[in-house]
T-cell receptor, first 116, second 116 residues
Framework: DQQVKQNSPSLSVQEGRISILNCDYTNSMFDYFLWYKKYPAEGPTFLISISSIKDKNEDGRFTVFLNKSAKHLSLHIVPSQPGDSAVYFCAAPVLAGGTSYGKLTFGQGTILTVHP | EPEVTQTPSHQVTQMGQEVILRCVPISNHLYFYWYRQILGQKVEFLVSFYNNEISEKSEIFDDQFSVERPDGSNFTLKIRSTKLEDSAMYFC??????????????FGPGTRLTVT
């Protein structure tokens, strides 16, 4: 079973506050994770990624945390801005024979709304 | 910044008709992908293409689907006889070869296919 799950369909935060988007996965062999952002009428845009050998990766206002024992990752956006309002997907490359290839499996997405 | 482009942005077709969705991947990328997202559902992998052949396909990608790279720049998805359930957003993506993070995929804006 190689699933990625986002259990929160939506999140609403105030501008300037922290946004925390969560993602759980089922296969402990996943070795890479990605976050994509999607605006309406656009394709997913790569945001940030993390390898399973790390527990944190930071890029400006965006930080991804990986908790392998809990099979959980989270995306933190600090400070949140109205332009961050979008759908956020976590994704992982599907494994075949212990190797991850290009095929991505996506979570259901979380709609983030940042209020001014 | 290089980007993946897709045409048309919206295609309406009648059930049973053939459609061809077109994509121009990023020029130095060698892996090409098609994904789709049915309204309200996850983004789903359809097929990956490398070195002029399919490298992987999902169970969705049956005999009604085909992909082609007819020249050095275009990548197409053909649906031979469309069904109502083919209505979805279709995303093209491309990536470099190699291990992650080189394999990070860049998505086009999508083609909305409506089958009536």
């Amino acid at each position: 079973d190689q699933q990625v799950k986002q259990n929160s369909p939506s999140l609403s935060v105030q501008e300037g506050r922290i946004s925390i988007l969560n993602c759980d996965y089922t296969n402990s062999m996943f070795d890479y994770f990605l976050w994509y952002k999607k605006y309406p009428a656009e394709g997913p845009t790569f945001l940030i990624s993390i390898s399973s050998i790390k527990d944190k990766n930071e890029d400006g206002r965006f930080t991804v945390f990986l908790n392998k024992s809990a099979k959980h990752l989270s995306l933190h956006i600090v400070p949140s801005q109205p332009g961050d309002s979008a759908v956020y997907f976590c994704a992982a490359p599907v494994l075949a024979g212990g190797t991850s290839y290009g095929k991505l499996t996506f979570g259901q997405g979380t709609i983030l709304t940042v209020h001014p | 910044e290089p980007e993946v482009t897709q045409t048309p942005s919206h295609q309406v077709t009648q059930m049973g008709q053939e459609v061809i969705l077109r994509c121009v991947p990023i020029s130095n990328h060698l892996y090409f992908y098609w994904y789709r997202q049915i309204l309200g559902q996850k983004v789903e992998f359809l097929v990956s293409f490398y070195n002029n052949e399919i490298s992987e396909k999902s169970e969705i990608f049956d005999d009604q689907f085909s992909v082609e790279r007819p020249d050095g720049s275009n990548f197409t998805l053909k649906i031979r006889s469309t069904k109502l359930e083919d209505s979805a957003m279709y995303f093209c993506a491309s990536s470099l070869p190699g291990a992650w993070p080189l394999r990070e995929q860049y998505f086009g804006p999508g083609t909305r296919l409506t089958v009536t």
